[in-house]
């Protein structure tokens, strides 16, 4: 068939406890820091907070027969731990018990569950103690992962240890409008970078100890440089380009140490590490998960000191219905490439999809057309991976459900399901039909 996927392609859906879950005051919840920030008026597009949300913590098993319905294959979703933890070393045992039931309902429906340890929502006990600006919160992740891995037991084969570090980090600490809404210094956000590797390194040598049956990789956001068109001159200036640009964070992972380049470049704001930090950080995994939406271009430039120019798009490169959101499909095909040959992985896109300006028809229907085109480019661009045998294990949908997009709040709605939040009423839009067709055909159509 045309656009065949390779056997045993893992299709898969995406979501995040906080954006998803709801149930934010129930059975003994405690606050997330990012509740905590949902609170402070004027931090949330119309103050949006998802105290309610989705409501999946009550609607698990009607989300679960949906995905069934769908052919979806696994099901990545992320735990909150201020759910399961509320105080400092307390447990809640109900807490606990919901993501068991999670589980439980996910395999017995044959979908397979993808933890992921930490996405974004801090328990604001530890916010308070200093969040990601100490070091100590990075061990305590460890702990909480080794705690989790214990409880799952062999029910969770595959782990996620952290999503997109530089979003928790630098983005909550340097005015960009995440939780905790700080606005630091350089050094000390590149500090918070460093701990949020390490927290990586933490959680994947608890889960290697505690699970040791499970595959584990992160889920992360590398910025992925594409070449504007594909010479040779541009296809290299791309990769190199690819891990330059990620030295702070990606590139540090998994080659365990700073660049030279990007330590001369930050001077005296370089974050502050030891060798044995570094060591965890590069804690080996068994693959690379990439959160990919968008990309940059760039061209070889033999005059520049790095050897390539970069641009992120002309004023008029089409862009899906937000405003980073530039449709860069080639980005998901350098994504697989660059990473296996800069680190040697196997990939898993951990997210990719978009957002819609979705109206709901007469007939209660949602043709989303914007949403399948964006998603066919980039998938078709995924398949010219696995065609030219890059290792790419599986693709997981953003999102399952429309949901609360951070700051953002409700407003975009990145569901290939629509969600109606005054009923709680799901309805697949034309996308989630697109997309069950193409799982069904192992194809892209
Ligand atoms: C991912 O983040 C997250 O993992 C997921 O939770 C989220 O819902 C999803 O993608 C969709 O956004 O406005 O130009 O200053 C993506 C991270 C953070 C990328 C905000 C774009 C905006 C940059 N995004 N960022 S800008």
Redesign the pocket.
Known sequence: MTYAMPENFVWGAAT?SF?VEGGLECDGAGESNWLHFCRKPGRIKRDDIPLVGCDQYHRYREDVALMKRLGIKAYRFSLSWARIFPREGVVNEKGLAYYQSLVDALLEAGIEPYVTIF?WDLPQYLEEKGGWRTKETSKKLGDFASFMAKAFGNKVKHYFTV??IT?FTA?GHNG?GMAPGLKLPLQEIYQTIHHGNLAHGYVAQALRGAAPHAEIGIAN?PGITVPLYETEENIDAARRATRFNNASCHTAIEEGRYLDEFLEKVGKDAPHFTDEEMKIIATPTDFTGF?V?TGNYCTADPESPQGFKMFSGAADHPYMDL??LRFVPTAIYYGAKFIHELWGKSTYVT?NGCSAADVLSQTNEIYDSGRIEYLRNYLRNLQRATAEKLPVKGYFQ??LLDNF??AQGFTPR?GIVYVNYATQQRIPKWSAKYYAQCIKNNSIL
């Open positions: 995040a954006q996405h999503n997109e979003m983005a960009s956001n959160n939406y405003t980073w997210e953003w999102s997009e951070w990145f």
